[in-house]
C-alpha cells in the first residue's frame, strides 16, 4: 500500500511500534482491545507474535496480530457454526491476499530480507536500519487493510 492514507487507530499503532511495542503488540493493542479482548491479554498475545513468531522470522507478527483480531470479531463460538466460519475463513484470506499483493511476501525474513532468526542476521538487519524504515509501514498497512475489513 504504501501511500499517506491513515486514520487514527492506524497511527496509533504505528506510534506503539515505533514507541517500543513489538508489531503484532502494536496492531493488537489497537484493534483487539476494539474487538473487546483484555488490554493485558492483547500484549501478551503480540508478544509472542512479534518478529515472524518469536523472532524466527516467519510470518510477519503484523499477519499474525491481523488474523486473530479478524477471529476476534468473526469467528465462531459454537463448533456448528458454519457461517462464522466461512465469513472468518473468508475476512483471513482477504487480508492475506491484499496484504500480499502490496508487500509480495507475508514471512517477515522475506520482508526485511534478512535472517532474524540468528542474533547475527537480526544485528545485520538493524544496522541497515530495515526495521525503522520498512516496518512501520507494515504496521500501517496491516492496520488499514484490517480497518477496511472490519466495517461489517
Known amino acids: 500500500m504504501g501511500d499517506n492514507k491513515t486514520s487514527a487507530d492506524a497511527n496509533r499503532a504505528v506510534e506503539r511500534f515505533g514507541g517500543g511495542y513489538r508489531c503484532a503488540e502494536a496492531i493488537l493493542t489497537v484493534y483487539g482491545e476494539k474487538a473487546g479482548c483484555d488490554p493485558a491479554l492483547c500484549m501478551k498475545i503480540g508478544c509472542a507474535f512479534g ?51 502490496a508487500h509480495r511476501h507475508l514471512r517477515c525474513n522475506d520482508l526485511v530480507g534478512f535472517d532474524r532468526s540468528t542474533e547475527e542476521g537480526h544485528d545485520k538487519a538493524a544496522a541497515t536500519g530495515v526495521f525503522k524504515r520498512l516496518c512501520p509501514e507494515l504496521v500501517r498497512d496491516a492496520a488499514l487493510i484490517l480497518e477496511d475489513l472490519l466495517k461489517d
Open 51 to 101: 518478529g515472524g513468531m518469536g523472532g524466527k522470522g516467519e510470518v510477519c507478527g503484523v499477519v499474525s496480530a491481523a488474523v486473530a483480531v479478524l477471529g476476534m470479531k468473526y469467528g465462531r463460538t459454537d463448533k456448528n457454526d458454519a457461517e462464522s466460519r466461512a465469513k472468518t475463513d473468508a475476512k483471513v484470506r482477504e487480508f492475506i491476499d491484499r496484504f500480499r499483493a
